[in-house]
């Protein structure tokens, strides 16, 4: 039977991941692809990337802010501006901005391809302790012997997000990656990257679910411009028949690893597997878990400093675009060089 995914617009994929409510502002991205008038308020502040001398800087990302932020930020005291000033670069989106210009000048040095892709996704640690995954039922507790940190023995029972919630950030959910792992209360942060220097072109930060990886990759896969067909490498969690099912409706390949230990065997066969590319792009994908490494040490994203989706996808964003800019630096500075 076909998953009802199958056919489904990206706006009713995102209400399924429940996503609608954290919807920013269209991108210029978004806006120039979806027809939108070319005068549209898009000037976000320039940015500029210099490799020389293995240095990066960074202009004007402030300069051009809409008045509501200065105004709202203005005349505030110490105490009170760095939350004002957070607040104020949540509610305009300026990470996804940051990334998108960053983007934007790799793709004029003509760093990035616009054929090859790949997608991965991870658990972001949440800032949550297991302590406060508590039943959502649950009457009023005792007094704790400890305020600052209570005894809590949960042995034995038996705990899942349907039944239970974090008191302390309840948009986490309860997930491990594989068997073997630990649970853990977590978000799933998915990446696409372009396959020729491994620049991230795409985020987006979900709950964790069984099927929330490849909700993301169907919905990022719906984001890539133009309308030539392109290929999407992932590994064999994404190797499901509703996945290829949509991949190729969007007109997308599928470069899926296979997963012939799967009921039914694998999605692909011999028609996608034969060719050349499928095997490139499967050495490329790889690169993918680079990104990844990167920003849970240098961006410190192992465990997320936020809680919500709107606040941790938010910083998982602008660490994608730091990625991305340390990238650059390092693929410009090489050019120069053996030039």
């Known amino acids: 039977m076909q998953d009802a995914r199958v056919g489904a617009t990206r706006a009713e994929r995102e209400a399924e991941l429940g996503l609608e409510q954290y919807r ?167 990446l696409m990257i372009e396959n020729r220097n491994g620049l991230v072109v795409d985020t987006l930060l979900v709950q964790p679910s069984g099927t929330a990886e490849r909700d993301a990759a169907m919905l990022m896969a719906e984001r890539i411009e133009g309308t030539e067909r392109v290929t999407v490498a992932a590994d064999k969690a994404y190797d499901t028949k509703d996945l290829v099912a949509v991949m190729r409706e969007l007109n997308v390949t599928p470069h899926v690893t296979q997963n012939e230990k799967r009921p039914g065997g694998s999605a692909i066969d011999g028609r996608t597997t034969r060719h050349a590319g499928y095997q490139l792009s499967q050495r490329k994908r790889k690169r993918i878990e680079e990104v990844f490494g990167w920003m849970k040490t240098v961006g410190m994203l192992r465990k997320t400093r936020h809680r919500g989706v709107f606040k941790v996808g938010w910083v998982f964003t602008f660490t994608a675009a730091a990625y991305n800019l340390v990238r650059m630096r390092n693929l410009l500075y090489f050019a120069v060089q053996s030039a």
């Open 24 to 190: 920013l502002h269209p991108t210029p991205r978004e806006r120039v692809r979806d027809g939108a008038a070319d005068d549209a308020p898009t000037d976000d502040g320039d940015l500029c990337v210099r490799a020389g001398h293995g240095r990066q800087a960074l202009y004007g990302l402030t300069s051009a802010w809409p008045e509501a932020v200065a105004a709202r930020i203005a005349n505030r005291t110490a105490g009170h501006f760095a939350a004002q000033l957070f607040s104020s670069l949540l509610e305009f989106n300026i990470a996804q901005k940051f990334f998108d210009r960053i983007l934007e000048q790799a793709e004029a040095a003509r760093l990035t391809s616009d054929e090859h892709f790949s997608v991965d996704g991870t658990l972001i640690e949440a800032w949550a302790s297991q302590k406060s995954f508590q039943r959502k039922d649950q009457q009023e507790p005792p007094p704790p012997d400890d305020p600052g940190n209570p005894t809590v023995n949960f042995h034995g029972e038996k705990r899942s997000n349907d039944t239970h919630e974090s008191k302390t950030d309840p948009e986490a959910r309860l997930a491990r990656k594989g068997g073997g792992h630990e649970s853990k209360l977590a978000y799933c942060g998915n």
